[in-house]
């Protein structure tokens, strides 16, 4: 039975970083935040690994403006939250300067599962994503819409860079978050699976051989959820500013109805080779929009500006049938015109030489 419109929810969620104001470090008191935060949202507030993370997930929304305003509601009761207990709250793919040796786990069975299993990988994880949620109530569907979006996905990251700097350095990356998190064994792309029984049957494996525990564990950049009829887009830094994030959702949105259309009318899937996508990922990683991407369909680099409008244009019927491309477009050439948060966050550097004011930066670009 095809999809209609309307069964593309959306969900965002977003991971924070807890400022100690006087000294800009990340500080480890989500056990205290955490408890006036849910008293204001509930359980739409939750624990990360570490005790200086905390995020946040929407409910279900049907539309970029529901997105827009619990995006607002949420980073909102989370900074007042914060404030109360002497805080600030940051959206930063990285920290600029603090240490992940100096954070606290946090004592739930989960994290210290995942810290007796990975150790070292598990300790360095001191970074913070967007993941969007579009929903796909059909699991058949949501493996193929998963097949056609993996060309797409560097140019998703590319547009939300914003963790140019790693322990008081700036790395040369664009997202050093990315680089991070694909040292675990579970991450990257997706490979092209013929059906869902296919995907099943790959978890099964991956159980029985003692890989992963669960289907929670498999760390893709875009993956089908083990909890929800969803399809979740994980390749993104947390972004700077509310409108950042939902430009995210938008697109996320806009390439799932896209490629789900697609699907239906049996429009042969563009096979990437996963060497090919693993550089193009790469590529957005290092340079953002500062430099040329690559171009999967015509397999040559091209400037950034060309391929994000090759992306819009790919898009657009669905975002229009959203009533939505006026609003994704803009927010996309915004960030064009304006600079990703990695391009943002170092000409605050250049202009300062000081990285505590790159982090107040953020912590003002957060509450936006």
Request: with cysteine; net charge negative; proline share 4%.
């Amino acid at each position: 039975m095809a999809l209609q419109k309307e069964d593309f929810t959306l969900g965002v969620e977003e991971e924070f970083q807890i400022i100690k104001p006087d000294s800009r470090a990340l500080r480890s008191h989500a056990e205290a935040i955490l408890p006036e935060a849910q008293a204001a949202v509930g359980d739409q507030v939750t624990q990360e690994l570490y005790l200086s993370m905390i995020e946040i997930g929407t409910p279900v929304c049907q539309s970029l403006a529901d997105v827009r305003k619990e995006l607002r509601r949420l980073r909102g009761e989370v900074i007042t939250a914060a404030d109360k207990d002497g805080c600030q709250i940051a959206a930063a793919g990285t920290h600029p300067f603090s240490h992940w040796n100096k954070q606290r786990l946090t004592p739930k069975e989960r994290y210290t599962d995942m810290a007796d299993d990975y150790q070292q990988l598990t300790r360095e994880q001191l970074i913070f994503g967007c993941h969007v949620h579009v929903g796909i109530p059909n699991r058949e569907v949501a493996i193929q819409v998963m097949n056609r979006v993996r060309p797409w996905l560097a140019s998703m990251l590319a547009l939300t860079t914003n963790s140019p700097f790693w322990l008081g350095a700036d790395t040369g990356y664009a997202s050093y978050r990315t680089e991070i998190w694909g040292r675990w064994p579970m991450s990257g792309n997706p490979h092209v699976f013929a059906s869902r029984a296919e995907y099943d049957s790959l978890i099964e494996e991956l159980v029985a051989v003692g890989g992963i525990t669960d289907a929670s564990k498999i760390y893709w950049d875009v993956r089908p959820s083990m909890h929800y009829e969803t399809l979740e887009f994980r390749v993104t830094d947390v972004c700077l500013t509310i409108d950042e994030a939902v430009m995210v959702a938008g697109l996320a949105r806009g390439l799932a109805r896209t490629c789900a259309l697609e699907a239906e009318r049996y429009v042969a899937i563009n096979h990437v080779r996963p060497e090919i996508l693993r550089a193009a990922k790469w590529q957005a990683a290092r340079f953002g929009l500062t430099g040329d991407l690559m171009d999967l369909q015509e397999k040559r680099l091209v400037p950034a500006r060309v391929l994000i409008e090759k992306l819009l244009a790919y898009i657009r019927p669905a975002l229009e049938e959203y009533n939505e491309w006026e609003t994704v477009a803009q927010l996309v050439r915004k960030v064009m015109d304006t600079g990703t948060g990695a391009e943002r966050q170092r000409a605050v550097y250049e202009k300062t030489n000081s990285y505590e004011s790159v982090v107040d930066f953020i912590v003002t670009e957060t509450a936006k």
